[in-house]
Structures are given as structure tokens and as C-alpha cells.
């Protein structure tokens, strides 16, 4: 059971934008602290695609964005190509005892 | 652009110790925050621990038991050890920089252990 909840899978068609959810609650995202997304694609590392919210590093296209509010947090694909198949997840910190850095359980992203 | 390379045993023997070695390249050791991050196979990412070459370091809660990370500077490598480990610690292991003590923004290709029985 991850601390920060996302949904297992979502899809979309080329073309189409789509969004992934993180859940978090007040010991992590709700207390302010960042989120950062990664890219992991099939039998490789993963990559960082967002940090801090909604930055993305050098190289990433502006396809990619993030958007962080409450508890929860969300990355959006617009114009989704097929080399954007992968899988995704969030990341944050969390203050209560023992947990410090935490990931999502992460999204496995579907081109259609 | 920093660059990073796990290596070590591909296979543990069950209750016995996993030893990894992460050599940075292109950057100093003494530079950032440095992660040891996991991922059982079809599973997601379970971070491990991190530390500062001034021996700052945060562990995980649910291994702190039986890890260590450890740097050296003279060799620019972070070290993992795990001991006792299971089945459960079958995984790809990767090594990361960490920006600050918040995200990662370099990972080592990562390096798959099997535990075995």
C-alpha cells in the first residue's frame, strides 16, 4: 500500500490529453510539501519528468505539465504520442515517523 | 551531466548480506545527496535511504534494521549494504543524486538482485 495513490492504468489515443492522479494526505502534499513526477519507460530507469510541481528539466517537451492542489496532485500528456507509453509516478516527502521520501504506486500509460 | 553505475552481485544467497557499489561519474560525491531506490520485478519504486558525504543519512523506517549507506570519497562511490535479506528483496536496485533532499534527478541504469533460497 503506497502513501501516495494513483490510479493503475489510464489510456488515451494518439492525439488526446490525459491526466494522472496522486492522492496524498496532510503528512505529505496536504502539508505543502513538492511533488515530482518520473518516466519510466519499458526495461528502463526511471527519468524525471516534473519537479517541484510543475517544472519541467531541460529536454522534457511541454507536453508535460503538472498542477498541485490540497492534498493531491496531477500530471497532464496533451497530445499524446505512442512513445509516451510507460509507466508514471509521483513522488513527494512525508513527515510522519519513518517515511521521509514516498512514492506513488504508479500509472501504466496506454496509447491506444 | 552526472552519471551513475551500480554494480555488484546478481545474486544473494537468502539471510546472507547484499553488497552494491554506485560509481558517479562526471561529478564529485561531495556534491549532493546520493539515494539507493528500489523495484521488485512488475512492482513500483520503494526508496531505500540517502546520504551526505558529512554522514547525514535518512533510512527508510521499514528497512532500517538492516541497511546501511555509506560514501566514499576517495573512490566516488555510495555503497548499499542489506542484510538478512528474502525473497522480498529480490529487486532491481538503482541508484539516484538527489536535488537537495527532495527529488531525483539522475538515476544509474539499476542493477536486478535475486535473492535465492
Known amino acids: 500500500q503506497s502513501v501516495l495513490t494513483q490510479p493503475p492504468s489510464v489510456s488515451g489515443a494518439p492525439g488526446q490529453r490525459v491526466t494522472i492522479s496522486c492522492t496524498g494526505s496532510?503528512?505529505?502534499?496536504?502539508?505543502?510539501?513538492?511533488v515530482h513526477w518520473y518516466q519510466q519507460l519499458p526495461g528502463r530507469a526511471p527519468k524525471l519528468l516534473i519537479y517541484g510541481n510543475n517544472n519541467r528539466p531541460s529536454g522534457v517537451p511541454d507536453r508535460f505539465s503538472g498542477s498541485k492542489s490540497g492534498t493531491s496532485a496531477s500530471l497532464a500528456i496533451t497530445g499524446l504520442q505512442a512513445e509516451d507509453e510507460a509507466d508514471y509516478y509521483c513522488q513527494s516527502y512525508d513527515g510522519s515517523l519513518g517515511a521521509h521520501l514516498v512514492f506513488g504506486g504508479g500509472t501504466k500509460l496506454t496509447v491506444l | 551531466q552526472v552519471q551513475l553505475q551500480e554494480s555488484g552481485p546478481g545474486l544473494v544467497k537468502a539471510s546472507e548480506t547484499l553488497f552494491l557499489t554506485c560509481t558517479v561519474s562526471g561529478g564529485s560525491v561531495t556534491s549532493s545527496y546520493w539515494s539507493w531506490i528500489r523495484q521488485p520485478p512488475g512492482k513500483g519504486l520503494e526508496w531505500i535511504g540517502f546520504?551526505?558525504?558529512?554522514?547525514?543519512?535518512k533510512y527508510n523506517s521499514s528497512l532500517r534494521s538492516r541497511v546501511t549507506i555509506s560514501v566514499d570519497t576517495s573512490k566516488n562511490q555510495v555503497s548499499l549494504r542489506l542484510s538478512s535479506v528474502t525473497a522480498a528483496d529480490t529487486a532491481v536496485y538503482y541508484c539516484a543524486k538527489v536535488w537537495g533532499q527532495d527529488y531525483f534527478d539522475s538515476w544509474g541504469q539499476g542493477i536486478l538482485v535475486t535473492v535465492s533460497s
Open positions: 546520504i551526505y558525504h558529512s554522514g547525514r543519512i
Open positions: 496532510s503528512s505529505n502534499i496536504g502539508t505543502g510539501y513538492d
